[in-house]
């Protein structure tokens, strides 16, 4: 009985619903049309179900709200179907049988998906952390830990085991936790081997929030290591045009001491510059663009977030109901009503324009156009490409700059007028211009952006894999064999701390990295806030670190020039009111914990004034 309703969960969910491995993802077969009637035509059939008996056309000309209407009786039907099969066989037992199965479903789930994820994902011979975590079976109140006290696990977790491999039970599988001794070995591996791919989609639960491999396949890898790093000098101009027009648009006059919410304001600044290489200077400052942009990223974390703590076996009936995932369809829908038509146009305008290639627009949408063949030159495909480089963008830059200017308005004293007279000296040498020279020059900017990231980073942990295949690591010994679909990281948040690397790590040192350059016997090139190796992770290293750091950064220090330009940035006194006194030392707000993740606090103000000068 009780292996007949776990199938009816698992198999017939799956089937019933719809639930499908494909590259659109999970109720996501977008079907567009081999060709427009007009550019402006998007419209997009979305099989809602495995089965012929409920299909929806959405179509761009309906309002969204009929959209969201039909979806949502299409998903209700669904789910009353599955609820009115499974009440009927339950309802045909015995009283004994239903109590019994009442009690026994939820401790079969329980041990079923611990074994699973030890069985397949563990290894008995390395040592789990985590309170209750047993000697043969992490239990789940160990997996429940990891949600609140994910980082600390980490940190404890490296202490104990600093030159050895240790294992984190996290909420859908244990992680193997790798020695930085190993790195070099496996940081050019094949994606055959082990995937930085395939591990940020399981990681975002990809087959429900849409965020599957290809988003992040070799063209956007490709694209990004090629043409956005190649073009970072002629997009200095764009970035701090767009930089301007975001500040007018977002921050307030700030005439006197204005509280300015970090966060969400400059998220909007960043999602502006972003848009501008991403998908140039019209659509880049459409309202709905903007939005779709933005709120996708927020929807795909929050969404993966409350699934991951939802028992795998009602996943799927999770998600049918998760506002989060409407909201990404949504998106979906109205990236492609924007973007597909500018595909479109383009490719018409190649066919007839002489010299296309010298005349085409410099941006994201036509890299990936351009690098994108057979298949993958879908224009939904590329649409989908483009939502994975925003998500992949926006956040993570708009997190950094929060914590960057958290960091700052806690010390303006310390660093702002230091930090502001290297940007007046180097655009001095240029009169007034900016170019890609002017960002490698702010060195003192590059350390305090540096510093803050050490003791702020996104994660506790980076260089994550899934493992593609059974995999020997050379030099462990005795030998250590990862294997197939484990997941491995490097601790690099207790790395970033470790007082073999840095003198006093726990303190904040703006010009930390500055003074290791200058020293004698350093050199201008090393320890650059895009630098990675085996003292400094977050962004991975090697063949697969993250291919975007560069952009990030120049805009990263784009946005921050021109906030030093232009205002004075403090915390306000709690207690006397109005910005903290000349000398006042002022706390910088604590982050926000979720599993191995650090976020700055989204709701914290800090005081604007623009300059008088």
Not at 8 to 18: C, N, P, Q, S, T
Not at 86 to 103: A, K, P, R
Not at 433 to 444: A, F, G, I, N, Y
């Amino acid at each position: 009985m009780i292996r007949y309703y776990t199938e009816a969960l698992a198999a017939g969910v799956k089937e019933r619903i719809g639930l499908k491995q494909s590259q659109g993802g999970y109720l996501q077969e977008y079907q567009l049309p081999t060709k427009l009637s007009s550019e402006k035509e998007a419209v997009q059939s979305v099989n809602l179900s495995s089965h012929d008996d409920f299909t929806l056309v959405l179509s761009s000309e309906l309002p969204e709200s009929l959209n969201l209407l039909l979806e949502g009786m299409g998903l209700l039907v669904q789910a009353t179907s599955i609820a009115r099969e499974l009440w009927h066989h339950f309802s045909s037992t015995s009283i004994l049988e239903q109590v019994t199965l009442i009690f026994a479903l939820p401790s079969f789930w329980y041990l079923a998906s611990s074994a699973r994820s030890f069985f397949n994902h563990g290894s008995p011979n390395v040592p789990i952390m985590g309170k209750g975590a047993a000697i043969v079976l992490p239990t789940w109140r160990a997996r429940l830990q990891y949600i609140t006290q994910g980082v600390e696990m980490i940190h404890q977790g490296y202490r104990k085991y600093t030159d050895t491999i240790f294992q984190i039970p996290t909420v859908n599988q244990n992680l193997l936790v790798l020695p930085t001794k190993y790195v070099n070995e496996l940081k050019s591996l094949p994606e055959t081997t082990m995937s930085s791919s395939q591990a940020v989609a399981d990681y975002f639960l990809g087959s429900y929030t849409t965020l599957q491999i290809h988003l992040f396949g070799h063209v956007v890898w490709d694209v990004t290591r090629g043409q956005l790093t190649q073009n970072l000098g002629n997009h200095v101009e764009p970035l701090v045009d767009e930089s301007e027009y975001g500040f007018v648009k977002e921050i307030p006059a700030c005439e006197d001491w204005t509280a300015v919410t970090v966060h969400s304001t400059f998220l909007q600044i960043v999602g502006r510059t972003s848009a501008r290489i991403f998908v140039g200077k019209e659509l880049g400052r459409d309202a709905l663009w903007l939005e779709t942009s933005i709120d996708f990223a927020r929807c795909i974390f929050l969404g993966s977030g409350i699934l991951k703590v939802v028992p795998a076996i009602i996943r799927p009936i999770a998600a049918l109901f998760s506002p989060y995932m409407w909201r990404i369809r949504r998106h979906h829908r109205n990236a492609r009503k924007l973007l597909i038509p500018e595909i479109v146009r383009r490719r018409k305008q190649a066919a007839v324009t002489p010299n296309w290639k010298s005349r085409k627009p410099n941006d994201m949408i036509q890299w990936l156009q351009d690098a994108s063949e057979g298949a993958d030159a879908r224009p939904e495909r590329i649409v989908d490409r483009q939502l994975g480089m925003s998500f992949a963008a926006i956040h993570t830059t708009t997190n950094h700059l929060a914590n960057v200017i958290y960091d700052l308005a806690a010390r303006w004293d310390e660093y702002g007028s230091e930090l502001r007279a290297e940007v007046e000296a180097v655009l001095a040498e240029t009169d007034g211009q900016w170019k890609k020279t002017t960002l490698t020059k702010l060195s003192k900017m590059d350390s305090f952006m540096k510093e803050s990231q050490r003791l702020n980073p996104p994660s506790a942990l980076s260089f994550n894999r899934k493992l593609q295949t059974s995999y020997t690591i050379p030099s462990s010994n005795p030998p250590y064999t990862l294997a197939k679909e484990s997941y491995i990281a490097v601790a690099a948040g207790p790395i970033s701390l470790s007082g073999s690397l840095y003198e006093s790590p726990a303190i904040f040192d703006g010009f930390r990295f500055h003074r290791m350059r200058t020293a004698p016997g350093g050199s201008a090139q090393s320890h650059q806030f895009v630098t990675t190796g085996l003292e400094s992770m977050t962004f991975g290293h090697g063949k697969f670190a993250c291919p975007g750091r560069f952009f990030a950064s120049n805009e990263s220090k784009i946005i921050l020039a021109l906030l030093l330009l232009r205002y004075e940035v403090r915390f306000e006194d709690a207690e006397k009111g109005g910005p903290t006194a000349k000398g006042a030392e002022a706390t910088r707000p604590k982050n926000m914990i979720f599993a191995d993740a650090c976020f700055p606090d989204p709701n914290v103000k800090v005081l604007f004034k623009r300059r008088a000068d």
